[in-house]
């Protein structure tokens, strides 16, 4: 036996896709209506027919003349089983197979398997979830889906609202959104600034893959500190890689006013941390890697640990997608990374696909930057700020 379902806007287009695919001897053995739904069930959808039927079913051919509420007159409906008796119904196979002695092995087969058939549907209806949304609720999943939260994760916040609060509550659309906004803030922890303590030397590296803006935020971070907090600050650059990214940090060193060195070796990199030594901070510029590629992570591990860093900022583009951001995380944690800075914020569309690597990388946040402009367009992060960002209750800005 071979069954299948087809669903269609009429029943004239799904009786067409039942004789188009299984021909003119297709038995009919179900239809109904049914209401398509979206968003995990939330919203209605449009309303479809849906037929299901077999070929190779063995339907009895004639019918008992007393029979007659199953019999299906010539011209009664366009069906493939036209001018001839009506197909049985699950219910009605069985109670023909009663009544009739012939009852043979076959056609035993053809109940158990609609009977599993009927089942599975009911199992499948059940698990589409815990009922309609109210209106206050739906608007505010579907605010986290613009603002590019996964479905999974906006479905679970609006389930906890919906578990925490009373009646009255759900009136307040101002109350859930700050309620939603402290779940998303629970989930970012921030790390603060570098920290830089009297006499001793800091050294903080940038890591990440091509393109995520490393070479701006470090020279962001330098003219900071030098320019605003009159720290001593020096630069050294292992990104011989790229065309032209030794020169443009370069650039941006002398217009500083900041020492620079260049090493393409780990004993290179020792000698200049070590030449270094008596800067408040040394700021380490790498070259891009790609997560998939293990031995370039093995090697600027060898880099940082020859530089003895103290802290390994990972840079992610907020612009990248919220699987890309968590694998990334995930290679890059073999570098021994520390914490996270979030660049391009201004061209992110919405900020929802950093919870998730927040969550699963457990990285605190330290820096949030939001365009190229030197020594602005960088901020310290601030875990209520970004939540608030990621709800588009506040601009970009940093």
């Not at 605010?143 to 609202?161: K, T």
């Amino acid at each position: 036996m071979e069954l299948h379902t087809y669903r269609a806007k009429s029943m004239q287009e799904a009786l067409s896709l039942v004789r188009r695919e299984l021909g003119p001897d297709a038995a009919v053995l179900h239809t109904r209506e049914v209401q398509l739904r979206r968003f995990f069930g939330c919203l209605r959808g449009p309303t479809q027919i849906e037929i299901t039927a077999g070929r190779g079913v063995n339907v009895p051919s004639r019918l008992p003349l007393d029979d007659q509420e199953n019999f299906m007159p010539p011209g009664e409906d366009d069906s493939p089983t036209y001018g001839r008796p009506r197909p049985a119904t699950p219910a009605s196979l069985l109670r023909s197979t009663r009544e009739r002695p012939d009852n043979t092995p076959a056609v035993q087969e053809q109940i158990s398997d609609l009977q599993a058939m009927v089942k599975e549907l009911c199992k499948r209806s059940k698990g589409t979830g815990a009922g309609e949304l109210p209106e206050e609720l739906f608007h505010l999943f579907t605010s986290l889906i613009d603002a590019d939260v996964s479905e999974e994760l906006a479905r679970e916040l609006v389930d906890r609202l919906r578990h925490e609060v009373r009646g009255g509550e759900l009136r307040d659309p101002l109350m859930l959104q700050a309620r939603i906004a402290r779940m998303i803030e629970a989930d970012i922890r921030a790390a603060g600034p570098i920290a830089l303590a009297p006499g001793k030397c800091r050294v903080a590296a940038l890591v990440g893959p091509t393109g995520v803006g490393k070479t701006t935020t470090i020279a962001k971070l330098a003219a900071n500190f030098h320019l605003k907090e009159k720290r001593r600050v020096g630069l050294i650059t292992v990104d011989t890689y790229r065309i032209a990214a030794v020169e443009q940090l370069r650039t941006y060193a002398d217009i500083i006013d900041l020492p620079m060195e260049v090493v393409s070796t780990p004993k290179e990199m020792r000698q200049a941390v070590g030449r270094m030594s008596d800067m408040d901070l040394v700021l380490i510029d790498t070259a891009g890697r790609s997560p998939k590629d293990e031995v370039r992570l093995q090697e600027l591990k060898a880099f940082l640990t020859e530089a003895g860093t103290d802290e390994v900022h990972l840079v992610l583009s907020s612009v990248a997608a919220w699987r890309t951001l968590e694998q990334t995380a995930a290679r890059f944690a073999t570098v021994g990374t520390t914490a996270l800075i979030l660049t391009k914020l201004d061209e992110a569309n919405g900020l929802g696909n950093v919870l998730p690597v927040l969550r699963s990388s457990r990285l605190p946040l330290s820096y949030l930057t939001d365009g190229q402009n030197v020594p602005d367009d960088i901020g310290i992060a601030d875990s209520a700020h970004l939540a608030k960002l990621v709800l588009g209750m506040e601009g970009a800005e940093v």
